[in-house]
């Protein structure tokens, strides 16, 4: 079955560390890969995708996400975190041959420690 | 700035009554989805249409739920009759094929 996985809940750092937000997939064919932040009572808001090219993808705030075909990774990275980045993080993937449809994964709270 | 826009933003009922939730996709986009949030299921895609036309609505309940596209401006969501398991926050997304999806800021629908 076509899947994401989130290996943690939750992600505890000090502001100014670096952070990283796991992500692991399983599907069939070249993804296309996605990050998501939602921020509490909002809707999820696009931070960066993968679909071909560079394995590092630059997005919004800062984030970056680097695409490991060989572990199936899309992890999400930044070098020096901000207490503001403290939200929930969501991976997702497409199949490349797939209809519209995303998979998300369960989501990985990200606090950041003043 | 275009943007997803749904309505209402909150929504209180009781148990029995009927939900309409309506949703505003991003003008040129072709696909629509609706999304259900809970802390239990996390997210969970209800029904998505491409071009106005219903292309999976497998992850809703068929007794209660309908979701439409009457056109393209337009998308809803309609829970009848609703029930408190239904509580929860509904998301609508919008996007073009192929590309990421765009979400509007939810409807937060408590059932008394």
């Known amino acids: 079955a076509q899947s994401v996985a989130q290996p943690e809940d939750q992600v505890n750092v000090a502001e100014g560390n670096p952070l990283t937000v796991k992500c692991t997939y399983s599907v069939s064919g070249n993804p296309y890969l996605f990050w998501y932040v939602q921020y509490p009572n909002r809707g999820l808001q696009f931070l960066l995708k993968y679909i071909t090219g560079d394995n590092l993808v630059k997005g919004s705030y800062g984030f970056e996400a680097e695409f490991n075909k060989s572990q199936t990774s899309f992890h999400l990275k930044k070098p020096s975190a901000l207490v503001s980045d403290s939200a929930l993080y969501f991976c997702a993937v497409r199949p490349q041959n797939r209809d519209d449809k995303i998979i998300f994964g369960k989501g990985t709270r990200l606090h950041i420690l003043p | 700035d275009a943007r997803v826009t749904q309505t209402p933003r909150h929504k209180v009922t009781e148990m029995g009554q009927e939900v309409t939730m309506r949703c505003q996709p991003i003008?040129?986009?072709?696909?629509v989805f609706w999304y259900r949030q809970t802390m239990m299921q996390g997210l969970e895609l209800l029904a998505y249409f491409r071009n106005r036309a219903p292309l999976d609505d497998s992850g809703m309940p068929k007794d209660r739920f309908s979701a439409e596209m009457p056109d393209a401006t337009l998308a809803t969501l309609k829970i009848q009759p609703s029930e408190p398991r239904d509580s929860a926050v509904y998301f609508c997304?919008?996007?073009?094929?192929?590309?990421?999806?765009?979400f509007g800021p939810g409807t937060r629908l408590t059932v008394l």
């Open positions: 003008l040129g986009h072709n696909t």
């Open positions: 997304a919008s996007g073009s094929r192929g590309s990421e999806q765009f």
